[in-house]
């Protein structure tokens, strides 16, 4: 039975590659009874979606800064030089 921290690092791991048949077998035996894992799963996958469409947005060049914002960053940026 993989312990709470190895089923973290397996779920954390199946975000970017496919996991074995047995470690899938093995996390998904454990987030049947453990709570804690499962939540901590579906807040990863939250922000996975959440990152992936702020990506989009941005990429899509729909997010304009206010005039204002843009020239107190610019303003702090001239600042640190």
Do not use: N, W
């Not at 470690?23 to 499962?38: D, F, I």
């Not at 959440?50 to 001239?78: E, F, Y």
């Amino acid at each position: 039975m993989l312990s709470c921290k190895e089923v973290s690092l397996l779920t954390s791991k199946s975000m970017d590659t496919t996991l074995t048949r047995r470690e899938r077998l093995a996390v998904h035996l454990h987030l049947l009874y453990c709570r804690g894992c499962t939540r901590f799963r579906d807040q990863l996958q939250f922000l996975r979606r959440a990152a992936q469409r702020s990506s989009k947005t941005l990429s899509a060049g729909t997010v304009r800064l206010p005039a204002a914002a843009r020239d107190r960053i610019q303003a702090a940026l001239r600042r640190e030089r």
